[in-house]
């Protein structure tokens, strides 16, 4: 059953920085699609980053362009969210996604994969 799982999340103060790692298990980590996505109190849930399965291109919400850094780790089977200079408006439930490809899809197993969640929250 492939899997993923989201961690790092937590309080931190105006200014700082987390990363986030998501690990997927039970498939081949290089025949998915990572994302991350948030949702925030009151609003829909929103993609934060994702970068394809080899790596090669990476997708950011404007509102974190230039602070946020998705990158792939094939040896731990993770992708990790880089988040600096993080403010307030950044506090939400993050989700971690994982969409195998079409050339790798099989029925016993799910297009995509969501993780439960971690939290983040900036405040002072």
């Known amino acids: 059953q492939v899997e993923v799982a989201e961690s790092g999340g937590g309080l931190v103060q105006p200014g700082g920085s987390l990363r986030l790692p998501c690990a997927l298990s039970?498939?081949?980590?290089?025949?998915?699609?990572m994302s991350w996505y948030r949702q925030a109190q009151g609003k829909e849930r929103e993609l934060v980053a994702s970068?394809?399965?080899?790596?090669?291109?990476?997708t950011y919400a404007a509102s974190v362009k230039g602070r946020f850094t998705i990158s792939s780790d094939y040896a731990r089977n993770t992708v990790d969210l880089q988040m600096n200079n993080l403010n307030p408006d950044v506090s939400a439930m993050y989700y971690c996604?994982?969409?195998?490809?079409?050339?790798?899809?099989?029925?016993?197993?799910?297009?995509?994969?969501w993780g439960r969640g971690t939290l983040v929250t900036v405040s002072s």
């Open positions: 039970g498939d081949t980590f290089s025949n998915y699609a």
């Open positions: 996604n994982a969409k195998v490809g079409p050339i790798f899809a099989r029925p016993e197993y799910p297009v995509g994969v």
């Open positions: 970068i394809t399965s080899n790596g090669g291109s990476t």
